[in-house]
């Protein structure tokens, strides 16, 4: 992984309030998110977590886990080419902020069974 996007990596957790890592091994890339659950009250101290896994031959495939430690289930997605886990991390920053805001607003569910 590129020092630029590690430094990316960075700006993103101070500027979000969200912790991420990314992993990049042989065969496969995954970045994992801890996101803060914010509602009309005020945020949440909760988190949850997404994880998407690819890598390289994968076609642009990815896994997505939402909740990975509450719930098994997964979807997969079709990112388009990536040829580098940069491509990757990229790709992916943009979609935790996307599923933060669908979480946010109430749109999808977005604590798994930790909130209750």
Known sequence: MREETQELIKKFEQDHEIYVSATEALTYWVVYARVQQVHEEGPHHLHHGIKYVSGPGQDGNVLVLRDPFVSDAYS?????????????????????????????????????????
């Open 76 to 116: 997969v997605e079709s990112w388009g080419p990536m040829e580098t886990i940069d491509d990757f991390v990229n790709i992916a920053l943009d979609r935790i902020l996307a599923d933060k805001d669908a979480a946010d607003q109430g749109q999808e569910e977005g604590c798994g069974t930790s909130c209750g």
